[in-house]
């Protein structure tokens, strides 16, 4: 089994049609679910259990739940600047809330992110990335800085096959080669353009200098993280 830790706002809805064609094309079956993933909760109870029969599982689900999974599930995730893919976090949200009329109505990225009745939704996306790899539990959950390991993150990273949005193509590629073990004239991939951004192309150039610092405080952890996965260093400091 391949499982697909689809960490939020990194390309992976484009990367999970990628892998369900795959895996189809090896005479393969994802699991299949409807307009969304089942939630973390729902999952752990008892999706993982339903999913053991398929060949690929993909979801918003940490780490931890490999150990839900048959032994010997291959574990494959997309990463992203940390800081763009907060942003895009954030894009992702003023839109729901233009759509719904829900929440604050701001449209304004400094100002959303400035506005004080957004800083526990801000919170939530404190260091995703470590958070997936390290972190037991719903990791909609927002957990404190010195709860998370960027130890254990590196640790259980290199465990996985890790790739980055930006080199998207490249890392389909790999995978069907690698991981699939499709023909080369097959592990060309179809287009990988993401089918999931938000409306709104701007990157964090569109920020003030203190919200951007603020965004980078906020993402240390996952600074650190992708910076020791793309050295390849043994250390995320």
């Not at 599930?73 to 997309?78: A, E």
Request: aromatic share 8%; with cysteine; charged share 25%.
């Amino acid at each position: 089994m391949l499982f697909f830790m689809h960490i939020p706002k990194t390309a992976g809805t484009s990367f999970r049609f990628f892998l369900e064609r795959s895996i189809r094309r090896r005479g393969g079956e994802p699991a299949p679910f409807t307009r969304q993933y089942p939630s973390y909760a729902d999952f752990v109870a008892e999706g993982a259990t339903r999913s053991s029969r398929y060949d690929l599982v993909s979801g918003h689900y940490p780490y931890h739940v490999l150990e839900l999974l048959p032994a010997g599930t291959r574990v494959v995730t997309v990463l992203r600047d940390p800081v763009e893919r907060c942003l895009s976090h954030v894009k992702h949200q003023i839109a729901h809330e233009s759509r719904t009329g829900e929440g604050s109505g701001v449209r304004d990225l400094n100002e959303f992110i400035e506005l004080p009745r957004n800083r526990f939704f801000l919170d939530t996306l404190r260091n995703v990335s470590v958070k997936y790899f390290a972190h037991r539990g719903d990791p909609a959950t927002p957990v404190a800085d010195d709860a998370l390991s960027l130890e254990t993150a590196l640790r259980h990273a290199r465990r996985c096959a890790v790739g980055f949005s930006e080199e998207l193509e490249h890392f389909t590629r790999v995978v069907a080669r690698d991981l699939l073990h499709l023909p080369e004239e097959a592990s060309a991939p179809e287009s990988t353009a993401s089918v999931n951004v938000s409306a709104d192309s701007s990157t964090s150039a569109a920020l003030s200098p203190r919200n951007l610092e603020r965004l980078r405080a906020m993402n240390q952890l996952d600074l650190r993280l992708v910076d020791a996965l793309r050295r390849g260093s043994p250390e995320g400091g």
